[in-house]
Nanobody
Framework: QVQLVESGGGLVQAGGSLRLSCTAS????????MGWYRQAPGMQRELVAT???????NYLDSVKGRFTISRDNAKKTVYLQMNSLKPEDTAVYYC???????????????WGQGTQVTVSS
């Protein structure tokens, strides 16, 4: 059973920083794209940052220059360094990954449980 477990959310003042982590565990044959989405109350879930093959990145325009996505393939972990946080960054942040669990499977999309990020003004 594949699981994505996130950590690193919390409450921070505007201008502060947080680092989110997401680690994949379970039976995993291969991991493709990994990334971060967020969902604010009453809003649709939106892409924040993602790795796309072959290892290029894509960012939401409003976070460019402030957020950095990185990845440690050996640890099956993706990170999101968030600097210069703004109140409008407040949301639940979700990890997303495309994973092949075993030789009988193809790529499937998995989601983490979400971690709350709250930025106070």
């Amino acid at each position: 059973q594949v699981q994505l477990v996130e950590s690193g959310g919390g409450l921070v003042q505007a201008g502060g920083s947080l680092r989110l982590s997401c680690t994949a565990s379970g039976t995993i044959l291969a991991i493709g794209t990994m990334g971060w989405y967020r969902q604010a109350p009453g809003m649709q879930r939106e892409l924040v940052a993602t790795f796309t093959r072959p290892n290029s990145t894509n960012y939401l325009d409003s976070v460019k220059g402030r957020f950095t996505i990185s990845r440690d393939n050996a640890k099956k972990t993706v990170y999101l360094q968030m600097n210069s946080l703004k109140p409008e960054d407040t949301a639940v942040y979700y990890c997303n990954a495309r994973i092949i669990p075993d030789l009988r499977s193809t790529y499937s999309t998995y989601w983490g449980q979400g971690t709350q990020v709250t930025v106070s003004s």
